[in-house]
């Protein structure tokens, strides 16, 4: 099944016949836009639980998150590292009607438990046409058939995921890595394919291997980062969206000497964008 926010040239073309206004919104998806990490809860919990065979696969992905917790430490990049590499053979054999069922699930269960400033801000830019607010898009390692409810769920435009090799119904477990490892040059396609003002673009991430993608636009956004995105934002005009209070979200900017300060919503967004109500946030 093709759904509306796979990037298909039909899909693509029925875009570029609409868009006036030369820009993008993009976003990673797991820890960026989404509290709980959707391709964990689907790997470990979601097929893991159920399915003892794969044990010895997710163990790695178990013993990451428990030394995660136990060193409770801020850096999660390890954790996803260790899911990404085991997933070639977490799939292989595996039913695609199985597969897709369970993403349905989990989608269903978490794929709403979203960080405040990305939800927003997504509403934000849907409220309007998308002749004037450009596209919402989605570059993400999740697999297409988890990544595509998210983004049917939440209004992107466009969701570029992982696709997983299918040979008579069943996985085989190749993939094509792109969104993976090379989130830069997928944007740089998505940028020339639509002509878009990339200084006017925005992109929102949660860690080092959103980098590529932040360091092509003119508006970057890291919610709560951790290790090297933490240090790539100290270093660069960006934005640290601290997302993880219970009262609401703060913004910061590096100042001078590289020294963190804090900034207001309006002066933390691109002119196209409408102005919204972001608690605990000065406006």
């Given at each position: ?36 990490q959707l391709l964990i809860e689907y790997m470990l919990y979601v097929v893991g639980d159920l399915s003892p065979e794969h044990g010895a696969i997710v163990k790695p992905i178990r013993d990451a998150l428990e030394e995660y917790e136990r060193r409770r430490t801020y850096d999660y990049e390890p954790v996803m590292r260790t ?201």
């Amino acid at each position: 099944m093709i759904t509306v926010v796979r990037p298909t040239p039909e899909r693509i073309a029925e875009l570029k016949a609409r868009i006036l206004n030369p820009v993008a919104a993009v976003f990673d998806i797991d820890g960026t836009c989404t509290k709980p990490q959707l391709l964990i809860e689907y790997m470990l919990y979601v097929v893991g639980d159920l399915s003892p065979e794969h044990g010895a696969i997710v163990k790695p992905i178990r013993d990451a998150l428990e030394e995660y917790e136990r060193r409770r430490t801020y850096d999660y990049e390890p954790v996803m590292r260790t899911a990404v590499a085991a997933i070639p053979s977490f799939f292989r054999g595996l039913s695609f009607a199985d597969a897709a069922f369970n993403a349905r699930t989990v989608i269903e269960r978490f794929g709403s438990m979203t960080y405040m400033f990305p939800r927003l801000l997504i509403g934000a830019l849907r409220s309007m046409p998308i002749e004037e607010r450009g596209l919402i898009i989605a570059i993400t390692a999740q697999p297409d058939f988890l990544a595509e409810p998210f983004g049917e769920l939440h209004g992107f435009d466009l969701v570029y995921s992982t696709p997983y090799e299918v040979v008579d119904g069943r996985f085989t477990g190749e993939r094509d890595d792109r969104t993976i490892f090379h989130k830069g040059e997928v944007l740089d396609e998505i940028i020339a394919t639509f002509k878009l003002h990339a200084q006017r673009c925005l992109a929102v991430g949660d860690s080092s291997g959103d980098i590529p993608m932040l360091e092509r636009v003119g508006w970057a956004y890291g919610v709560n980062p951790k290790g090297k995105l933490f240090d790539w934002i100290r270093r660069n005009p960006s934005y640290w969206v601290n997302d993880a209070q219970a009262n609401g979200v703060t913004i910061f900017t590096s100042g001078p000497n590289r020294k963190f300060v804090e900034t207001c919503l309006d002066d933390a967004l691109p002119d196209y964008v409408p102005r919204f109500d972001l608690p605990n946030c000065n406006s």
